[in-house]
């Protein structure tokens, strides 16, 4: 049986590798209960390349056909490896670091695409300066973050203070600071192929992941083009402007934008699988199987079965459901309050938090997507406030 290596674990790739009939073997920063019984390397940090490599090397791998990552700490790595070892997709780790480094991204698109004023940060870097070159209110997050982890909006000299807390690097890149757009977020997950735009989705985001990190919930639920002309317009033409400029390489990406008065400003783009439960909304919405693609991709085959057009006949969206104030909401609880296509919730006080210090997720569907926003807002307000 071919040998699949994947840089993170997570559960529904997991499963997909195992429906192609290929070996995985993982390599990770943490074991967790789901790898019992699999092939894995740990390493203390899954984006120090030397490290994954020595970890690939030594275990002593047979027929080796394909190398990808789960999440954007991988990337780099998984580009590095398929140089090394020879192997099929993406080989061009330079390229990588214009979709994982924010202010090399942002300096590096063309003028009409708008965006965050953005610019590398120290600790000797003042708050005053700042202030004075992106507003009175600022990000200050990781220059190769992923998830909203460790990203702080900052308004104050303290809260300054306590963001650079979290990041005490005396490195000269390690750190951004980006002028702050207060705008409701959107993001489009799609596939990009010999230098174009193949087949995208549009969703909105309830919240702001940086919200999410912080304690909040995150909720998204698909768009409906139909219902949105301009919208998708837009996001097609900053998809092009965003992945051409920066020469992607054929992948599965991930995009996120604000909705502003004037059109879409520009947040970030990767190229990896999208997180949350956005790969299987997708799938349930188009019948486009992200987790698919992004294998064949890293085994240079050919993706199958990216439709070409087409209506959905319902709309999907999901939350990622947290621990509720009162400790006392149980999965009974949701699924007798709500018509949900899927729910898991662990509602035990010692259930490991998932990603967004999640315990479990609900899945919500309907062919209007105005009801299926106010579905999602009504699991939101309940898992908040029971």
């Avoid at 259930?351 to 209007?368: E, I, K, L, N, R």
């Amino acid at each position: 049986m071919p040998t699949i290596i994947v840089i993170g674990y997570r559960d529904d790739l997991d499963r997909a590798v195992q429906r192609r009939g290929l070996e995985p073997h993982y390599i990770v920063q943490t074991p967790v209960s789901s790898l019992k019984g699999r092939s894995f390397t740990c390493v203390s940090d899954m984006e120090n390349v030397q490290e994954v490599l020595r970890a690939v090397l030594s275990a002593g791998l047979n027929e080796v056909a394909g190398v990808l990552s789960v999440h954007e700490m991988g990337v780099f790595g998984a580009a590095y490896l398929r140089q090394q070892l020879n192997l099929p997709g993406n080989k061009d780790s330079k390229k990588v670091l214009y979709f994982r480094d924010k202010y090399l991204q942002k300096s590096n698109l063309p003028p009409e695409v708008k965006r965050a004023r953005c610019r590398y940060v120290t600790r000797d870097t003042s708050y005053p300066e700042l202030a004075a070159e992106l507003g009175e209110a600022f990000v200050v997050k990781p220059a190769n973050g992923a998830g909203s982890l460790r990203t702080n909006i900052v308004r104050s000299p303290e809260e300054y203070a306590e963001a650079l807390k979290v990041l005490p690097s005396q490195s000269d890149v390690e750190v951004v600071a980006e002028s702050f757009v207060d705008a409701p977020e959107i993001f489009a997950d799609g596939i990009w192929r010999n230098g174009g735009l193949e087949w995208y989705s549009v969703s909105r985001y309830h919240s702001s992941p940086v919200s999410a990190a912080q304690g909040g919930i995150l909720a998204c639920h698909l768009l409906d083009k139909r219902r949105h002309p301009t919208l998708f317009q837009q996001a097609e033409t900053l998809l092009g402007q965003v992945l051409g400029t920066l020469e992607a390489p054929d992948c599965v990406f991930h995009l996120e934008a604000f909705v502003e008065e004037g059109g879409l400003t520009f947040g970030e783009c990767a190229i990896r699988l999208p997180g949350g439960l956005s790969p299987q909304a997708n799938n349930l919405t188009f019948g486009v199987d992200l987790f698919d693609v992004e294998i064949s991709l890293a085994l240079g085959e050919e993706p199958t079965g990216i439709p070409v057009g087409g209506t959905p006949d319902r709309l999907h969206g999901y939350v990622l459901l947290r621990r509720s104030d009162s400790g006392k909401l149980t999965q009974e609880d949701f699924e007798r309050r709500f018509a949900l296509d899927e729910i898991k919730y662990a509602s035990s006080p010692d259930a490991p938090p998932g990603p967004y210090g999640s315990v479990g997720h609900a899945m919500v569907s309907d062919p209007d997507e105005l009801e299926l926003e106010k579905k999602v807002e009504e699991i939101v307000q309940f898992n908040e406030v029971g």
